[in-house]
């Protein structure tokens, strides 16, 4: 049982690690868009416009990315955990 309490926490570590990665990077990233546009001076209110949409995507990206991680593991790990469960059953 215990294997597969550590198999199932295996599947979704890798995606939630990647989703944070990228939606860390990606306001990170739109912060420095939103400092262009309001903090800093001269002609960079367009350019931080630029800067903050790709912030923004990166966002946006952050959970689609975890659930194709997460689908990718289950499927690379599900005869490992299915095996596991009919043993458990016998």
Do not use: H
């Not at 001076?41 to 959970?63: E, H, K, Q």
């Amino acid at each position: 049982m215990e294997r597969l309490r550590r198999l199932d926490k295996s599947v979704t570590k890798p995606g939630t690690v990647a989703a944070l990665i990228v939606g860390i990077i990606g306001s990170l990233v739109m912060g420095t868009g939103m400092s262009m546009c309001m903090a800093w001076g001269g002609n960079l209110f367009i350019p931080g416009i630029a800067v903050g949409i790709v912030g923004m995507i990166g966002i946006i990206c952050a959970y689609p990315l975890y659930n194709a991680v997460t689908k990718r593991q289950r499927t690379k790990l599900a005869p490992e955990i299915i095996r596991l469960s009919n043993e458990l059953m016998k």
